[in-house]
């Protein structure tokens, strides 16, 4: 019974087998930094909330790790996650209104972080893209430790 339903639910997916993972454009030299501000903005509460590798502080953090994005989540799935989080999971901590729709791109919404205002690509785009780039030396670069 069990092997029908994992059936059923990969054809009601239409997802090709095996899944092969869509590479994503890698992240230049000033996407990078605006990616990293982001992350770190207070602004933004990624890092409130996601683990970091600390055993200081990661028990007291509720959402997963970013260093495990490349192996659990696509990344269609994880823009559409970060836009609307509300959509797929009601009542989720996550926070809703991260990203606001602005001339056919989603643009952050939660304060004004230097350079990203200029930047002319999707703002979700990139944070996905950074995700899917994310390493642990990333996470240390970025918690500073």
């Known amino acids: 019974e069990v092997q029908k339903l994992v059936k059923f639910f990969q054809a009601l997916s239409r997802q090709p087998l095996p899944y ?3 590479p994503q454009a890698p992240l230049d030299a000033q996407e990078l930094v605006l ?7 207070q602004a933004a509460p990624c890092l409130r909330c996601h683990a970091t590798g600390d055993p200081a502080t990661d028990p007291a953090k509720t959402a997963p790790n970013f260093a495990l994005v490349p192996a ?10 970060i836009v609307h989080p509300e959509v797929i999971r009601p009542g989720t901590a996550m926070p809703s209104g991260l990203f606001r729709e602005e001339d056919g791109r989603w ?11 200029s930047y002319a690509g ?5 944070v ?3 995700m899917f780039q994310f390493t642990p030396q990333e996470q ?3 918690t500073g430790r």
């Open 72 to 81: 659990r989540l696509k990344p269609d799935w994880t823009r559409r996650w």
């Open 20 to 22: 092969l993972p869509q």
């Open 140 to 142: 240390r670069q970025l």
């Open 107 to 117: 643009v952050f919404a939660l304060g004004r972080i230097e350079g990203l205002d």
């Open 128 to 130: 996905v893209r950074y």
């Open 122 to 126: 999707d703002h979700a785009d990139l």
């Open 35 to 41: 990616a990293r501000r982001l992350f770190t903005s």
